[in-house]
């Protein structure tokens, strides 16, 4: 008899735990679903501000979001996954380009940014699309947050030494944060491979015919 009530015990543990798994999965595949469509609106604003603001609507005549192009190159843009590039055009005559590209080395993760370069490879500006670094500390790379992002605007490989292109802990000119070093690192990292990659391919980049282009 003791036997069987614990067996019986046994088995009505497990198929209640069984419930409770499947309806903790159900339960976190419907959050997903419910908030993924709204997360990724919100990313798609957030994006179509930070185009209006890093390339003004005045300095072009086409949709930044149907004149685009895909690039894959892991290693300077940071993604293994192809990454989108806006084109902007004046009167059919390149304007600047935008890319996504990632900074992988985040202290909590992966940095998406948008780095917006001129045509002669200066640099219109930068912005920080989503991260997940320490609020207070690393999220300063954001606009919302500080002016640290800013510091980018008019730099080029041509007016800025390689050297410099550090943060001042490292010997370069950029700032680092109070107790955070490692995230404007990551940031000025990516920008920087950013614009290497842009000048490797710049050519080729702003082709109409142009739908993929790779590299390293």
Do not use: C
């Not at 780095?115 to 606009?143: F, N, W, Y």
């Amino acid at each position: 008899m003791a036997t069987s009530f614990i067996k019986n015990g046994i088995v009505k543990a497990g198929f209640m735990l069984g419930v409770f798994s499947i309806l903790g999965v159900g339960l976190v595949s419907l959050i997903y679903s419910l908030t993924h469509d709204q997360i990724v609106e919100n990313e798609r604003n957030l994006i179509l501000k930070n185009l209006a603001e890093l390339v003004s609507p005045q300095w072009h005549d086409n949709n930044l979001l149907d004149d685009t192009i895909q690039a894959i190159a892991p290693k300077s843009l940071g993604s293994k996954k192809p990454i989108t590039l806006y084109r902007a055009y004046k009167e059919g005559k390149p304007v600047a380009i935008i890319f996504t590209p990632v900074a992988p080395d985040g202290y909590s993760g992966s940095i998406r940014l948008l780095v917006a370069i001129m045509k002669d490879g200066q640099l219109a500006g930068v912005r920080v699309v989503s991260h997940r670094e320490t609020p207070g500390l690393g999220d300063a790379i954001d606009s919302n947050k500080s002016n640290w992002i800013y510091s980018f605007n008019g730099l080029s490989l041509a007016n800025t030494p390689a050297k410099n292109w550090k943060v001042k802990r490292d010997g370069g000119q950029f700032d680092q944060f109070t107790g955070a070093t490692i995230t404007p690192r990551a940031v000025t990292k990516a920008v920087y491979k950013t614009l290497e990659y842009y000048r490797a391919h710049k050519d080729e980049l702003f082709k109409r015919s142009s739908d993929r282009v790779q590299g390293e």
